[in-house]
């Protein structure tokens, strides 16, 4: 989830409760998507509502100008730009949720997460559905390798609204990243029952299962999703692995390669065919498939050995 696109007749106060939408296949397991921010329209009675710091006080018009200065800057991508001007509406205005929100969004994409953990949390506590920081905010902490934050942060986003199809998701999925397989499970078993059809949760489920040895039950939940949502990586991807598992090699494959050709960057689907490819003894495909790893993370000297080892075999 992120964050709404504001239309011209709205206004920082008057945009409080932004309809949620559902989350995407991320994940990296996982790859984010960012939607742009368009902040527009008049400045109007937020500030009424919100009580300036009498140190720190702006005028309606600096305020006005002030808002819509930094929206344009953002707007240009010139974040950083952006950022002081926010920060100054920030200090005058400290209990505006707004200013929070748009201040997380600028921190998060300069790669300042220690700060933008810092408004999300702000923003968690102040705004009036603090739900809109979900997941942001525990993608923030795991940014910075701050797992177990993370993992309590999104419970408490799944605490304020338990029936959320997509907290239960990111925390299921926060949950099995580390190694928490039997808590994730039942998690993306509970979002199933709300949510039946919900890509994400079918994968998760079928790659917990599949970790955990339910080859059966992560088969049918695989195809389940792929039937629903026939060119998701992640689905294509424990498909993959599953009929490698299996030794269905050349249906293993198929999944595998319609994956690269989707996701030719998402190299988890390279590891498995360069496994496949060692295991059939076809050595000149597998140094292909180390080599186009390397391409890509050219300091893996665990891939480079392997590379080199099969080059001599071919």
Known sequence: ????????????????????????????IVVPLLVALIYVGPFSSSHARTAPSSSTTLTAEESQQLWEQSNS???????????????????????????????????????????????WEMYFDRAPNPVIACPQIGEAYSKQGREKEAISALERCLARDPDNSDSIFFLAHALERSGETRHAADLYQRGLKIAPDYTDLQVGLARVWLRQGNVDGAARMVEKALQRSPDNVDALLVAGLLYTREQDLPRAKRYLEQGVAMADGYL????????????????????????????????????RSKRDALMVRQ
């Open 268 to 303: 988890d689907f390279h590891f498995a065919l360069a496994r496949i490819a060692e295991e059939e003894k076809d050595f000149p495909e597998a140094v292909r498939q180390y080599e186009r790893i390397l391409k890509d993370r050219p300091d893996d000297q665990s891939v």
């Open 73 to 119: 800057l953002f707007r240009q991508g010139k974040y950083q730009e952006a950022l002081p001007g926010v920060l100054r509406l920030h200090e005058s205005y400290p209990s505006n949720h707004i200013y929070l929100e748009m201040g997380a969004e600028i921190y998060d994409r300069l790669g300042r997460y220690p700060q933008e953990v810092e408004f």
């Open 1 to 28: 989830m992120r964050l709404p696109v504001r239309t011209e007749s709205q206004t920082p106060a008057e945009l409080q409760a932004p309809t949620e939408s559902k989350a995407s296949a991320l994940i990296a």
